[in-house]
Nanobody
């Protein structure tokens, strides 16, 4: 299984930006569809964004569409989440996840479909 390590979280004011990174181990990163999820205190883990193996297709939760952008650099074994126009309700622990996938154009959006998870990085947006 691939090992995932998130970074880039922190405290930011509403309206600000952060870029999260998720570094993956191994030499087969391009075999994995990737996703970002988040979990706020007292709430279930929710889907944020996903990207296909080569980055050609992406998907977003309605709550972040137009504000967040997922991307990946397979040469660096890294997936990113650029978060702009942050709101207090974006406060959560953000997790990246990976699932090997034969198709190069599909991606997953359900947490149950992912097999590998990072430890998470805290994002706090103050009002």
């Amino acid at each position: 299984q691939v090992q995932l390590v998130e970074s880039g979280g922190g405290l930011v004011q509403a309206g600000g930006s952060l870029r999260l990174s998720c570094a993956a181990s191994g030499r087969t990163f391009s075999s994995y569809a990737m996703g970002w999820f988040r979990q706020a205190p007292g709430k279930e883990r929710e889907f944020v964004a996903a990207i296909s193996r080569y980055g050609g297709n992406t998907g977003y939760a309605d709550s972040v569409k137009g504000r967040f952008t997922i991307s990946r650099d397979n040469a660096k074994n890294t997936v990113y989440l650029q978060m702009n126009s942050l709101k207090p309700e974006d406060t959560a622990v953000y997790y990246c996840a990976a699932r090997s996938l034969y198709s190069g154009s599909l991606y997953y959006t359900q947490a149950a479909d992912f097999r590998s998870w990072g430890q998470g990085t805290q994002v706090t947006v103050s009002s």
